[in-house]
């Protein structure tokens, strides 16, 4: 007979797109309301490797991640995707600037193996997981280099984000050891 495993708890990452600092910060502030503190956020680095998001989000985009302290089961992510989408919705109405989406909110998650990201877009290489969201691993972890793929964005295969995302791969495994 074949036994059944719980998965464990992961680390919810949020990836944050911003027209300008203030929104950076005002999605920061939204995030913890609804998912709780924020324990690990990396500095704000300027986005230049597409011009998709220039119409809706300007061209001088930023980017940032935070990581929420507290843990999440994997089978949270669509809900949590829906969730931020109503976030950027929210801040849209909120913030001045002009444009019609100042922050864009990318959820996912990181086990020790690897990182995982939401999205409302299907492609080839995306798994359903229900409430019209789609996941994607994006990077794996393995002998100690996040590790991208053909179709992981240029962004994420950067040594700038790697550091990051071992730090939060280290605070998940410190959090699953004292659990």
């Known amino acids: 007979m074949w036994k059944l495993k719980q998965p464990?708890?992961?680390k919810?990452?949020?990836g944050i797109f911003g027209c300008d600092?203030?929104?950076v910060n005002a999605a920061v502030a939204l995030i913890e309301a609804k998912f709780g503190a924020c324990d690990l956020q990396s500095q704000i680095w300027p986005f230049k490797h597409t011009e998709y998001y220039a119409e809706e989000t300007g061209k001088e985009i930023l980017k940032k991640f935070v990581t929420?302290?507290?843990l999440i089961m994997p089978d949270k992510l669509a809900a949590i995707k829906l969730a931020t989408n109503?976030?950027?919705e929210k801040l849209a109405?909120?913030?001045e600037g002009g444009f019609s989406r100042p922050v864009n909110l990318d959820p996912g998650y990181i086990e020790?193996?690897?990182l995982v990201l939401a999205s409302t877009?299907?492609?080839s290489h995306r798994i359903y997981i229900g409430k019209k969201i789609w996941a994607e691993v994006t990077l794996v972890f393995s002998r100690g280099v996040w590790k991208g793929f053909e179709y992981t964005f240029p962004d994420h295969k950067e040594d700038r984000y790697h550091g990051f995302f071992s730090q939060a791969r280290d605070r998940l495994v410190e959090q699953l050891r004292n659990n």
Do not use: D, G, Q, R
């Open 8 to 10: 464990e708890p992961v």
């Open 12 to 14: 919810l990452i949020i």
């Open 21 to 23: 600092e203030k929104a």
């Open 68 to 70: 929420v302290k507290k």
């Open 86 to 88: 109503k976030m950027e």
């Open 93 to 95: 109405a909120k913030l």
């Open 112 to 114: 020790p193996s690897k």
């Open 121 to 123: 877009k299907n492609f």
